[in-house]
């Protein structure tokens, strides 16, 4: 990339992170607030918040979630699993979130963990969405409520014109990579079995 067009891709960015832009400005209403399919459940909403902006309680409950979903994953990963990193990585500064929470209670239901970034931290070539964490509270799975974050996730990506959106799966997460394949999201170039790299994950990417 040219260093003009890396200096606008820079300015672009950094205007996305700016702490008070909220990318569900201007979205339907009705995409943010889904009819609960179980009855007696209450009805669910999709808010938008910075990690400056997550209250103690909040954030406690976005660490319960992902730990209650992912910790053994993570465990038996590669990777293992650093509490206080990923405590940092959920809290950095260009963390974003939707929180997909009980009307009324402001309960926890799922969350989608997301960043604007660069495509390659090392050679940049185009600005994307990157999904870190999307989780659903294992009491709201199978309502379709992991698509609609999706989905969502993407209208945010083709609004801040971001060429594409991507993710970081672990391959033996086989219910994962189904969704996602369902999803027509394909396994992305610097994907390190795109290099002959044995890891235990993938990343994947779909075009905006």
Not at 78 to 99: I, Q, V
Request: charge should be negative; hydrophobic fraction near 35%; glycine fraction near 4%.
């Amino acid at each position: 990339m040219k260093a003009k067009e890396l200096k606008i891709l820079r300015k672009t960015l950094a205007k996305l992170n700016k702490v008070d832009y909220d990318p569900l400005v201007g979205f339907p209403t009705e995409l943010l607030s889904i009819a609960s399919k179980r009855d007696g459940d209450q009805d669910l909403t999709i808010r938008f918040s910075p990690s400056t902006g997550l209250s103690t309680v909040e954030f406690e409950r976005i660490m319960s979630l992902f730990l209650a979903n992912m910790e053994k994953m993570y465990e038996e990963s590669s990777w293992g699993l650093e509490k206080e990193e990923k405590s940092k990585e959920l809290k950095h500064t260009n963390a974003r979130f939707l929180l997909l929470e009980t009307s009324g209670t402001g309960n926890l239901a799922g969350f989608v963990h997301f960043r604007f970034d660069y495509d390659d931290c090392d050679a940049p070539t185009q600005g994307v969405l990157y999904i870190y964490e999307i989780q659903i509270d294992t009491s709201f799975q199978r309502q379709g409520l992991g698509k609609k974050l999706m989905h969502l996730s993407e209208r945010i990506a083709k609004k801040a014109e971001v060429s594409k959106v991507m993710l970081t799966v672990f391959k033996k997460n086989h219910n994962a990579m189904k969704f996602y394949e369902d999803m027509d999201y394909e396994i992305d170039e610097s994907s390190p079995s795109k290099h002959n790299d044995p890891t235990d994950y993938e990343i994947l990417s779909k075009r905006t």
